[in-house]
């Protein structure tokens, strides 16, 4: 089926778990391809002799499957997060390298601290779009002792990040990534993702793509207010 090729290439490198979910949703909705009524009749009966564009856009109107599929698939990303920490939400226990070359770990400069980890890219268009507002959500919480790390993904280039960092004057703590710190954090695939973690290292939120930034404050807030 062309289909599950199609959206399986869409999540690059999950882990065996989220493939094994992933691949048991295509084969529900081929299934569901086979039974759908719209697949009944030849090309040689009357009421099939319409002009072939006609015949597409009636196919796609009435087939569900590409919805299907995609709602599948987009559920499947949405719950990585949980399968991925067994459902405790504790952060876990990992080390980013700085573009200064420092090592700073979250068991033990971050320990006892409100922090983000946001994973970005330089080629990330939504990433380069929320900075300014990552930047000010920093600058309004830092003097009650927030953290940020901002971790570039792996196959970005650090000249490029090194130079955005430089350029943009980022006040927060910018490392590169190796691989190991997404994988640790879910195997984060998607830019942006940003994690918001307390004192006690629990995960309050993870999110995936621009924040709402006024929920975010909020956030941040009331787990700096009880900092």
Same mark, same amino acid.
């Not at 869409?10 to 979910?21: E, M, Q, T, V, Y």
């Not at 997404?182 to 999110?207: C, E, H, S």
């Given at each position: ?13 999950l882990s065996a778990r989220h493939d094994c979910i992933l691949k048991t949703a ?8 086979? #039974? ?8 040689g009966h009357p009421r099939f002799q319409m002009s072939q564009a006609t015949q %597409? ?11 299907? &599929? ?22 876990? !226990?990992?080390?980013?390298? #700085? ?9 033990? =400069? ?14 990330? %268009?939504?990433?380069?779009? %929320?900075?300014?507002?990552?930047? =000010? ?13 901002? &971790? ?24 590169? =990534? !190796? ?30 793509? %621009? ?17």
């Amino acid at each position: 089926m062309r289909e599950n090729h199609h959206y399986r290439a869409a999540i690059p490198a999950l882990s065996a778990r989220h493939d094994c979910i992933l691949k048991t949703a295509l084969k529900y909705a081929s299934l569901i391809r086979r #039974l759908s009524p719209d697949r009944g009749g030849g090309s040689g009966h009357p009421r099939f002799q319409m002009s072939q564009a006609t015949q %597409e856009t009636s196919t796609r109107a009435k087939s569900p499957l590409r919805y299907i &599929v995609m709602a599948l698939v987009a559920a499947v990303i949405a719950g990585t997060g949980y399968f991925a920490f067994g459902g405790q939400q504790k952060a876990p !226990d990992a080390t980013f390298t #700085l573009l200064s070359g420092q090592k700073i770990s979250t068991t033990g =400069d971050l320990k006892g601290k409100v922090y983000l980890v946001n994973f970005w890219a330089t080629s990330c %268009e939504t990433c380069m779009k %929320e900075m300014p507002q990552m930047i =000010d959500t920093y600058n309004k919480f830092k003097g009650r002792g927030l953290e940020f790390v901002a &971790v570039a993904m792996n196959y970005d280039a650090p000249m490029y990040v090194s130079n955005y960092a430089q350029t943009r004057n980022l006040p927060f703590k910018v490392a590169m =990534d !190796d691989g190991s710190a997404a994988k640790q954090f879910g195997n984060v695939q998607l830019t942006p993702t940003t994690f918001v973690i307390d004192k006690n290292g629990r995960i309050l939120k993870r999110y995936v793509g %621009e924040p709402t930034f006024a929920e975010l404050d909020q956030l941040l807030d009331n787990a700096l207010g009880s900092a």
